[in-house]
């Protein structure tokens, strides 16, 4: 674990574990670069709820990183204040947006000239679409977002960037038909998101992990950015 005060610097070759300053203080952070060919963006995973348990280690976050590392995306999993090594409180979203703001404010000064893109699972999706419209990235992946679990979903401006939201249909924690219709229910975008309904799968995708990780790499496909050249040898 890198405890030097100063900030990291974003691993280029391996999984590094970070230290990131917060505004609540220290949050617990992996980088991890992409494989094969690289592309001009970077993902932040955030995670499901730290009250249930949810950590950056959750096999559903795990699985959507491994994902977009495969398809050339680095990818950045944080622990929100309060969990892990992480300091801080629970704060029920709003100091976890801040949380985030930290993260992305990081990953912008450590590779300027990528693009930014917000991915989360559960509390963790409701996180980056809260933050979404400020934070206007490249690409959002929604899994599971627990819209009619208590969070204001009303209020949240999803921004005109591709958007791929994910929902199994036998969701035993998220309503499916509240995301169905929170869906629906929204005005003023460009496009619908793309919506990718896997039927006979619960919310931590059991059985599922593998078929949810094909679900991403098939829905940010048409939106990868260009690959990076290699450097001349």
């Not at 094969?36 to 795990?62: M, Y």
């Not at 893109?117 to 999706?125: D, M, N, T, V």
């Not at 990780?213 to 990076?228: C, S």
Request: net charge negative.
């Amino acid at each position: 674990m890198n405890t030097s005060p100063e900030m990291p610097v974003f691993p280029t070759d391996e999984t590094t574990s970070l230290v990131l300053p917060g505004p609540a203080g220290a949050l617990e952070a992996v980088a991890e670069p992409a494989e094969g060919r690289s592309r001009r963006a970077v993902a932040i995973v955030c995670h499901p709820l730290p009250t249930e348990g949810g950590t950056l280690h959750n096999k559903v976050v795990t699985m959507a990183a491994r994902a977009l590392r495969e398809s050339g995306i680095a990818t950045v999993r944080f622990n929100f204040r309060g969990t892990g090594a992480s300091e801080g409180e629970f704060d029920d979203g709003r100091g976890e947006r801040d949380d985030l703001r930290a993260v992305a404010a990081w990953v912008r000064q450590q590779r300027p000239g990528h693009a930014l893109w917000l991915a989360g699972f559960s509390f963790g999706a409701y996180v980056s679409l809260a933050l979404a419209a400020e934070l206007k990235p490249g690409m959002l992946i929604s899994i599971a977002p627990p819209a009619g679990r208590g969070w204001d979903f009303d209020a949240i401006q999803p921004p005109d960037c591709p958007w791929l939201v994910i929902q199994g249909d036998a969701d035993e924690i998220v309503d499916p038909e509240a995301v169905y219709a929170w869906l629906d229910g929204l005005n003023g975008r460009r496009a619908p998101p793309e919506l990718v309904r896997m039927p006979d799968t619960g919310h931590f995708f059991h059985r599922r992990l593998m078929d949810l990780r094909g679900a991403i790499k098939n829905g940010i496909r048409p939106y990868l950015p260009a690959e990076i050249a290699p450097p001349h040898g």
